[in-house]
T-cell receptor, first 112, second 117 residues
Framework: DAKTTQPPSMDCAEGRAANLPCNHSTISGNEYVYWYRQIHSQGPQYIIHGLKNNETNEMASLIITEDRKSSTLILPHATLRDTAVYYCIVRVATGGYQKVTFGIGTKLQVIP | GAVVSQHPSRVICKSGTSVKIECRSLDFQATTMFWYRQFPKQSLMLMATSNEGSKATYEQGVEKDKFLINHASLTLSTLTVTSAHPEDSSFYIC?????????????FGEGSRLTVL
């Protein structure tokens, strides 16, 4: 079973910030929060990951609450190409053997 | 970043035939690869975990004799759908974790769409 819960869908106006929430209340101390997105008929694309500190890269920012039970992915200026399903997962960063299960994700629709 | 490539990207086959899908890590070694299946408008469903040099670990409800997984090297894993039927039509996706180095990221292939007639 997936260890995260996300809203099934969200809309965002083009050019505005998209804030996608994720709950992971059972996260373990050594598990990271990862975000991926999937554009129709493609494999998931890595976006960002973090342990407890906020992270930022060229694609997005990741805000993790102090208790690590939830996080928010922020796309600062959403474009139409950001329309996709966004998945939040938790896993350990080392030891590639850990299997990863996906929840339903959040379908983000960026509106012109 | 690291690249995982799948081949073929699309395949159409007749019912009863077998189809092989390859998953390659192009610029890194992957001790472990994962195979997922995705039906329309649904999330990715983990089918099995593939470990180099050993037997794959299948998820509950996935028939190991129907979905044969071979992970013969650190850069290649294959999924063979044997005696395919129309209900096996789906989007199959593999992923791999980089061995050593920075670690952490899980890379996905582009997916392979199987249509069984």
């Amino acid at each position: 079973d997936a260890k995260t819960t996300q809203p099934p869908s969200m809309d965002c106006a083009e050019g505005r910030a998209a804030n996608l929430p994720c709950n992971h209340s059972t996260i373990s101390g050594n598990e990271y929060v990862y975000w991926y997105r999937q554009i129709h008929s493609q494999g998931p694309q890595y976006i960002i990951h973090g342990l407890k500190n906020n992270e930022t890269n060229e694609m997005a920012s990741l805000i993790i609450t102090e208790d690590r039970k939830s996080s928010t992915l922020i796309l600062p200026h959403a474009t139409l190409r950001d329309t996709a399903v966004y998945y939040c997962i938790v896993r350990v960063a080392t030891g590639g053997y850990q299997k990863v299960t996906f929840g339903i994700g959040t379908k983000l629709q960026v509106i012109p | 970043g690291a690249v995982v490539s799948q081949h073929p990207s699309r395949v159409i086959c007749k019912s009863g035939t077998s189809v092989k899908i390859e998953c390659r890590s192009l610029d890194f070694q992957a001790t472990t690869m994962f195979w997922y299946r995705q039906f329309p408008k649904q999330s990715l469903m983990l089918m099995a975990t593939s470990n180099e040099g050993s037997k794959a670990t299948y998820e509950q409800g996935v028939e190991k004799d129907k979905f044969l997984i071979n992970h013969a090297s650190l850069t290649l894993s294959t999924l063979t759908v044997t005696s395919a039927h129309p209900e096996d039509s789906s989007f199959y996706i593999c992923s791999a974790t980089q061995t050593g180095g920075k670690g952490g990221e899980l890379f996905f292939g582009e997916g392979s769409r199987l249509t069984v007639l």
